[in-house]
């Protein structure tokens, strides 16, 4: 049985419109980052539901923006991440092209 991996911890996120945001920390229990042309929180919805739960800080669970140095396989190997604006009003802020 192998043990199960730790996922990089969304510590920090900007986007306080999204309903997995409470008082700038992500509560889904894991998120999804990419497209084709930025590393876009697929997550994020703005919804009168309130999503998530508040003893969970979301993991990023898939990532398909390979050309970032912390992707391989199309999992994310950052220690973290944080989300916030950038081509969208919820974007990966740690990426890095190589
Ligand atoms: S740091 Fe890079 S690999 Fe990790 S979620 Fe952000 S864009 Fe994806």
Do not use: W
Not at 3 to 28: D, F, I, L
């Amino acid at each position: 049985m192998t043990a199960a991996m730790e996922m990089p911890r969304v510590q920090e996120c900007a986007a306080s419109s999204c309903s997995y945001n409470h008082t700038n920390n992500c509560h889904a229990f894991a998120i999804t980052i990419g497209s084709s042309d930025h590393a876009h929180c697929h997550t994020f919805v703005e919804s009168p539901v309130r999503g998530g739960l508040d003893q969970l800080i979301a993991q990023v669970g898939a990532c398909s923006r390979s050309d970032c140095t912390h992707n391989s396989d199309l999992e994310c190997h950052a220690p973290g991440i944080t989300v916030g604006g950038g081509t969208d009003v919820a974007d990966c802020m740690t990426y890095r092209g190589r």
